[in-house]
């Protein structure tokens, strides 16, 4: 672990470290060698950015059979790559019974871009209650994802709680007594903190939580619904703001512009009890698996695409603009030609007016003034803003027959069906694999080859459950499936063993986290019997040791 991850400078006793493109391009702010994407990043990064604005439309899909500068991999290679990112959380028991209805989470990431523009983060509300989790699939660089990672579950901590506890809060900052714990994180070694803006980032937090104790009123709090859509909307303008306000130190100044020019999107869950909330913000996922009464396993989408393959998405942005832009609003299924998801923080490009670009660029540091990519405006920009981070919401109650839920960057969906990724993971889980149909996808094959690959499969389910994390499970599936849906070693070498600059020719950034639900609480929940849901860190955590921000 490097020491910047494990320690950091005490200036609030509030927090602790915290832990494909889908813009023409890399980034409008490069992650070079020379300034990692964060402060306290030491991946490895490409030498060699690309243009934001490419001169033909990037072809949609991936190609699945690299044939060139792949190199082969021995097993123990290839799982050291998959299982590099790989986390999981346990939730502790209590007189040898779990008393909560969610039973851990595993997740993963796999890098197609470098340096990676996905983000996860994975909390537990020490104040209030319940579980919180959450994918960023970063655009533009990955800096917008980065901030949205160490920042957003705070926002919903705080739009959670009582307005008696916000007071308390603001009470212990003004006379400055020691604070309790905000929220428990649940963090992979490797997750960064971006450092130098910790003390930037509390004080508009601050500012946030003052406002939520002016507009309530003793015992007033709000719901999880009206908590998360009231923190997607303050982070975003949150991020406009110190954007635009810009910051005396350099660095900070560079720093939040880059997080404000990028962009991200966002799906998160909270999860407490039986009630299950999805809040999302562009084209990731979250999906459940549901086991059937014959033991099989079916997707329950509770999510929908921000993108223009959702009709209604379509229709809401040409009705927020005048009907002669409904040509030029969406083009080639992007926004304004340009961004393929249709909600997302960040992304000022599609938010600011253009005096405000250019006022804000001009005022910026020294390293913007020779970046021709910071000035192009987007063409067609007419009546901003186009873009939008406020999520669409879900609620779900859970029952004994939801078994997990599937958070994931749009990188896994474009390799595997909803369906197909609920059937690996309820088959790893539960340690049945159920033998469907031996399909050769249109192929023409012999008897013999028929009979060896009916004999792969064999050797492959005695095999299938090596993976100790179902994230990493899913993972190596998305990778290295062959043409007839089974994961195979040469596939998968020839995939993991790509140059940084083809990689993302072939797939995406891939982030996972799979959350695996308690039936036994929820039979117990469902029947109306009476169970004291406990702190998901009760008896894991010291109360009394302090948050550093």
Known sequence: MHPERATMPVTSQLFRGFPRTKLWGSSLFPCQRQLPCCPTSHRPTSSQPHPIWPTAMPVRGYRR????????????????????????????????????????????????????????????????????????????????????????????????????TLCELEAAVEAGRPLSPILQWHKHPNDFFTREAQTMYFNSLRTYWQELIDLSSPGESLGPREALLS??????????????????????????????????????????????????????????????????????????????????????????????????????????????????????????SIDLQRGVLESGPDQLHDNEHTKFIPPNYHTPPYLTAEPEITHHRLRPQDRFLVLGTDGLWETLHRQEVVRIVGEYLTGVHQRQPLTVGGYHVTLGQMQGLLAERKARASLAFQDQNAATHLIRHAVGNNEFGAVDHETLSKMLSLPEELARMYRDDITIIITQFNPTWLDTSAKGGVLSQLSLSEGNVDMNRKFTF
């Open 65 to 164: 059979s690299p044939d060139l500068h792949s190199y082969n991999l021995t097993p123990p290679q290839v799982n050291s790559i998959l299982k590099a990112n790989e986390y999981s959380f346990k939730v502790p028991e209590f007189d040898g019974k779990n008393v909560s209805s969610v039973m851990g989470f595993d997740s993963n990431q796999l890098p197609a871009n470098a340096p990676i523009e996905d983000r996860r983060s994975a909390a537990t509300c020490l104040q209030t209650r319940g579980m919180l989790l959450g994918v960023f699939d970063g655009h533009a660089g990955c800096a917008c994802a980065q901030a949205l990672s160490e920042r957003l579950f705070y926002y919903v901590a705080m739009s959670l709680m009582p307005h008696e």
């Open 231 to 352: 923190a997607f909307k303050r982070l975003d303008s949150d991020l406009s703001l110190e954007a635009q306000v810009g910051d005396a130190n350099s660095f900070l100044h560079y720093w939040v512009l880059r997080v404000a020019f990028s962009g991200a999107t966002a799906c998160v869950a909270h999860i407490d009890g039986s009630d299950l909330y999805v809040a999302n913000t562009g084209d990731g996922r979250a999906v459940l698996g549901v086991q059937e009464e014959d033991g099989s396993f079916s997707a329950h989408t509770l999510s929908n695409d921000h993108n223009a393959q959702n009709e209604n998405e379509v229709a809401r942005i040409q009705g927020e603009h005048p009907p002669s832009e409904k040509k030029t609003v969406v083009r080639q299924d992007r926004l304004l030609g340009l961004l393929m998801p249709f909600r997302a923080f960040g992304d000022v490009k599609f938010k600011w």
